[in-house]
């Protein structure tokens, strides 16, 4: 409770409704861009309606989230720096969400006949070990950003910064370098239930890495003029360390076992 | 008039988002429970009635139990309940984070958005709200928008459930230790953590439903390696302690109505959170089995879950003691809210022992897809939960409006209600028992139930009017009512009756924060 005499400082009431229109205007993006445009490609096969609804919900994510991201630099929050005690929370859900997977994988693969299924080619050794070193350096450049901003160096913040995205970005080339070339040998999401599990498992992951990447750069853009917020750093290193750490039980489960 | 629109619309003020999530919810109670009366017409004789094909049936069945459980009971009371008390009973002027709570409020309007679609798409989802594959995956009907109303809901559930953690946490005013929480706090932060832990689970099992019909990957697909009881196991794993992400917030309110109305300490507070609550969240994610006894697994397992579903009862039944033994000695003001709460103890009581038979394996093994069921859950899951919320609107309506919304019309539709639904459910029971299936159109095997499903129907129709009575006196009363005399017209103890104004304004307190002494409780009637 040590922070919460912070929060109400100056006693300063609000005697107005707070509002902010972002987080609307991201809800709405989301209902056209996922399910409408999903729904119009997927089940009603019409070109013209999934341009359309992709149309009207990506530039409104876009703008709802960076509006969204300025405000959360600017503004002084209610009880500051406790987003960084809500990632924690949120990792929890997500962690739940990798175990159905996972669960989904242990039943069908304890209750197979055979392992792996017919149809399977053999998974690749060096690039997964590759992928690893890059995804823990990651980790550990991020970390000395945070550090860097910590002791008010601005630019080398910036450059680990940079090259924690990099990084970031080579492992996700080596997911489409892999992925091209199963499915280019026709190993599909439907071959069998391996490659439905190790697309799905991979692929959330490597959708986490996107995010997580992401975040980096809207915490980077900022920081190119010189604005900077210690909490939201934090949260998307919190972030990262937590997509690295759900790697090592993807690579052992898909590729080692 | 734009500006207040505006003001309504973009609010990140928590008793705003939370009245968003009231309307948003009672909207698809309404249309649920028309739903619900077609069923029921539907079934007054055997043969197909009012639906022009069984498949209207089955898109009834769909948007009745998606809605009521995803649009009204969960975000009804995890969304507005939880929203708009929370930060007032704990003495904080907002959620920790307030513009992640705006957007919880507007992805759940977007699923009601997609759940309303249904009735103008082409191919309309008629999956049930639990979307069995391989029924949902062969379907025609448009089975992503069920998937998508579950993951719009769900990731707004996700959100505000760490939004309220960390606000219970971080939040409470100086002074305000764990054990002087209200009930209604202790309860609600049980049912965040089980959404928390168990919504991503029913998110991940719909996206392979998602993924196994639209992008042909083999989760649920036994030709390629996949199970279809895989689906079951994720779904339940969920869904059942979806009951108590409902059934606690339920239970808060009757807490803090019951004593507020009987001038009365909680009794057993502490063996009520630490056993009851608690008991609940750990033993929840281990009873799912008893909704497959019957999809074939082996013994041990069935045993095994049978054994935990009969255990927690025992979390349960402090709950249940606790609240009625916060009626010993009480000085009781039997207004509307308090009539709900007393029909609640009822209901529970119906509800709560006719689950004991279903947690036998060798009774569910005859008694599963029948009508008994049916008239079990709704006992204990919707009647029990909506009354709960009645009790509370009406208890905190002056909170929200500065007028009450007790009078004449609440009290004849809340005997309308409770009357309503017995002569609903009560037939369901008996005719469960004879081997009446559930879920079905018609019974043309079973013409001597059509005298049952007649009263059953009746039941519904008064409950059907007396809902909407009772939702147009809520509007009324809104703009109308009468005036509450100060911001405290019950007398009640805890914060947002002592520290709030009636409604309570912008920043939640007028005064200076609240502080509290060491021996303040939210139930300290006998100082």
């Known amino acids: 409770m040590a922070n919460h005499s912070a929060s109400h400082a100056g006693g300063a009431h609000a005697h107005h409704w707070e509002i902010s229109t972002y987080p609307a205007i991201v809800a709405v993006g989301v209902l056209f861009l996922v399910p409408m445009a999903f729904s119009a490609w997927f089940v009603y096969h019409s070109l013209l309606l999934t341009v359309l609804f992709a149309g009207i919900g990506t530039p409104l994510v876009l703008w709802g989230v960076s509006g969204w991201i300025g405000e959360g630099m600017s503004h002084k929050a209610l009880l500051p720096g406790v987003a960084v005690a809500g990632l924690p929370v949120f990792i929890i859900s997500e962690v739940f969400i990798f175990l159905s997977i996972f669960a989904s994988y242990w039943m069908m693969r304890l209750m197979a006949d055979v392992w792996p299924p017919e149809g399977t080619p053999a998974m690749p050794f060096g690039l997964p070990i590759f992928m690893t070193v890059v995804l823990v350096t990651s980790s550990v450049t991020i970390h000395i950003a945070e550090e860097k901003q910590e002791k008010g160096d601005l630019a080398g913040f910036r450059s680990m910064l940079m090259l924690t995205i990099a990084l970031g970005l080579v492992f996700l080339a080596c997911t489409i370098y892999e992925y091209s070339h199963l499915l280019g040998i026709g190993f599909v999401p439907g071959t069998n239930a391996f490659s439905t599990v190790f697309y799905s498992l991979t692929g959330f992951h490597a959708s986490h890495v996107l995010v997580g990447a992401a975040v980096f750069v809207a915490v980077l853009i900022p920081a190119f003029s010189g604005k900077t917020n210690l909490t939201f750093t934090k949260c998307a290193g919190i972030y990262w360390h937590f997509v690295d750490l759900v790697w090592f039980f993807v690579v052992s489960q898909v590729y080692f076992w | ?527």
């Not at chain 2, 439903?209 to 199970?227: C, E, I, S, V, W």
């Open chain 2, 1 to 527: 008039m734009g500006a207040l629109l505006k003001e309504w619309v973009f609010t990140t003020d928590h008793k705003r988002v939370g009245i968003l999530y009231l309307i948003g919810s009672i909207a698809a109670f309404l249309v649920a429970g028309l739903m619900a009366m077609l069923m029921r017409l539907e079934q007054s004789t055997v043969g197909l009635n009012i639906a022009t094909s069984p498949d209207d049936y089955n898109v009834w069945l769909y948007f009745h139990g998606a809605a009521m459980i995803l649009g009204f009971l969960i975000p009804g009371l995890t969304g507005f309940f939880a929203n708009f008390l929370i930060p007032l009973q704990i003495g904080a002027r907002d959620v920790a984070f307030p513009r992640l709570n705006s957007f919880s409020v507007w992805l759940f309007w977007a699923g009601i958005v997609v759940a309303l679609l249904t009735f103008v798409i082409p191919d309309k989802p008629d999956v049930m709200w639990t979307g069995y594959p391989p029924y949902s995956v062969k379907t025609l009907g448009n089975t992503a928008f069920y998937v998508f109303t579950v993951h719009l809901i769900g990731f707004s559930s996700i959100l505000a459930s760490i939004n309220f953690i960390v606000t219970i946490i971080y939040m409470r005013a100086p002074g305000m230790g764990w054990n002087q929480m209200n009930m209604f706090v202790w309860c609600t932060f049980g049912a965040f953590i089980i959404q928390l832990v168990f919504v991503p689970v029913l998110a991940a099992a719909v996206t392979m439903l998602l993924f196994d019909k639209y992008l042909g990957t083999n989760f649920f697909n036994p030709a390629q390696g996949g199970d279809v009881l895989l689906y079951q196991n994720l779904f339940w794993f969920y869904s059942h302690p979806a009951v108590y992400v409902i059934f606690l917030p339920a239970v808060g309110i009757l807490f803090d109505v019951i004593a507020a109305m009987g001038k009365n300490r909680v009794f057993n507070y502490k063996a009520a959170v630490y056993g009851g609550v608690f008991g609940i969240v750990l033993i929840t994610g281990e009873v799912w089995v008893h909704h497959l006894y019957v999809a074939g697994m082996p013994d041990w397992l069935r045993i095994g879950q049978m054994v935990t579903t009969l255990l927690i009862s025992v979390p349960v039944g402090l709950l249940v003691i606790s609240l009625w033994g916060s009626l010993y000695r009480a000085a009781i003001t039997f207004n509307t809210a308090m009539m709900y709460a007393a029909a609640c103890l009822f209901l529970l009581l119906v509800g709560g022992l006719t689950g004991i038979p279903l947690a036998m394996t060798v009774l569910t093994v005859n008694l599963s897809e029948t009508a008994f069921v049916h008239a079990h859950f709704h006992f204990v899951m919707a009647l029990f939960a909506a009354f709960a919320m009645f009790a509370g609107v009406y208890f905190w309506f002056p909170k929200m409006t500065g007028r009450l919304a007790d009078g004449p019309l609440a009290t004849i539709t809340f005997w309308m209600n409770l009357i309503g639904v017995n002569i609903t459910f009560w037939p369901l029971f008996i005719i469960g028992f004879r081997g009446m299936p559930r879920r079905y159109y018609d019974y043309a095997m079973f013409p001597e139930f059509q005298p049952y499903h007649q009263v059953a129907t009746v039941g519904a129709l008064i409950t059907g009017t007396a809902m909407a009575l009772m939702v147009i006196n809520w509007i009324w009363a809104a703009a109308k009512g009468k005036k509450a005399e100060n911001g405290n017209p019950w007398r009640a103890k805890s914060l947002e009756w002592t520290h709030a104004d009636c409604p309570a304004g912008p920043g939640n307190f007028p005064g200076p924060d609240p502080k509290l002494d060491a021996d303040w409780t939210p139930y300290n009637y006998a100082k």
